[in-house]
């Protein structure tokens, strides 16, 4: 399974992503026994997983309080960034957790007496199809074991955050840098919706009480994203999000004219093939190097054009 490095590893190694991640898109009776002033991370290399990926995860624990009683809690974030959804990852996280359960066994940081801290686990998934893998392995012994059986069948849940289900109208409701990093995947696809959320998350850094911090993260989270994208951006000289967001936007205006320039070329390169069969070199090499508004010139005359040359004459 290949995965990209999408940065959010490094985003949720900083305690507010993972507090606005759990308050904003958790269940809202999880989120309110927690301290989230007792965050601490514990994420490692202590996990050896059965299956054979490169994996993105995260371990946190914090205090709840509940009924009087104060106990850790261990938060196990599973950043699943893949093109396809794995039927597997309820086998997957179940072996996650018995690792880590064992972990701490060995480690002495708890013991069979004392008993087992519980654990959340989250799967954070942002593809673009909807997820349909199972959520609790127990859904996977198919067909249901008579009743008599159940009770030995395994049991483990996780609570799925599919980032890409979320519009923008609620995740607007959510005034949180991290809402706004959300906003920015699933504008991707758009150049203007994604110019859209790159001012909606400006306007919430420069609202933010830890402004300075929150901009310094976000941009090395946005050159990561961009450059994923396989964008032209002069990266190097984007230091701050806030302060280089006239520059952004402008390389972002410029990157949304040549992909619609690509997307004119192709469309014409296709209407005159089919028009004119195979195209000689020389058209080809005008196409290539054709500024858009001589692509509206080239689709007009194409309608009326009985040679190559009718089009290009121009």
């Not at 959320?197 to 989270?221: C, F, G, L, S, Y």
């Not at 002069?234 to 997307?263: P, T, Y």
């Not at 090499?285 to 089009?311: C, R």
């Amino acid at each position: 399974m290949a995965h990209h490095d999408t940065g959010y590893k490094e985003l949720f190694s900083h305690p507010e992503f993972v507090q606005q991640l759990i308050e904003g898109f958790a269940p809202a009776e999880i989120a309110r026994l927690m301290d989230f002033t007792t965050l601490k991370n514990h994420s490692g290399n202590y996990i050896t997983p059965l299956f054979e990926e490169k994996l993105e995860d995260l371990v946190w624990s914090v205090e709840t309080h509940w009924q009087g009683v104060t106990r850790r809690v261990f938060l196990y974030i599973l950043l699943e960034f893949q093109s396809s959804v794995d039927q597997r990852m309820p086998i997957r996280l179940l072996h996650y957790v018995a690792c880590f359960y064992d972990h701490l066994l060995k480690t002495r940081q708890t013991t069979p007496a004392k008993g087992l801290p519980p654990v959340l686990p989250i799967v954070l998934y942002n593809g673009a199809r909807r997820w349909t893998a199972r959520q609790d392995v127990y859904q996977l012994v198919q067909p249901e074991p008579p009743e008599f059986l159940r009770v030995y069948q395994p049991h483990l849940r996780y609570y799925l955050i599919d980032e890409a289900r979320y519009t923008d109208e609620e995740l607007a409701e959510r005034h949180t840098p991290l809402s706004g990093v959300f906003g920015i995947e699933n504008a991707t696809g758009d150049r203007q919706a994604l110019q859209r959320a790159v001012d909606r998350i400006v306007a919430i850094i420069q609202a933010d009480p830890n402004k300075q911090r929150i901009d310094e993260i976000v941009t090395r989270w946005l050159k990561r994203h961009l450059q994923r994208l396989g964008d032209e951006i002069n990266l190097e000289r984007l230091n701050s999000v806030v302060e280089d967001k006239e520059m952004l936007a402008e390389n972002l205006e410029n990157w949304a004219k040549k992909e619609q320039a690509i997307g004119q070329r192709q469309v014409l390169t296709r209407q005159l093939g089919l028009k004119f069969g195979e195209l000689p070199e020389w058209a080809q090499q005008l196409l290539d190097e054709a500024t858009p508004e001589q692509l509206e010139e080239w689709s007009a005359a194409i309608l009326t054009a009985s040679t190559l040359d009718d089009v290009f004459k121009q």
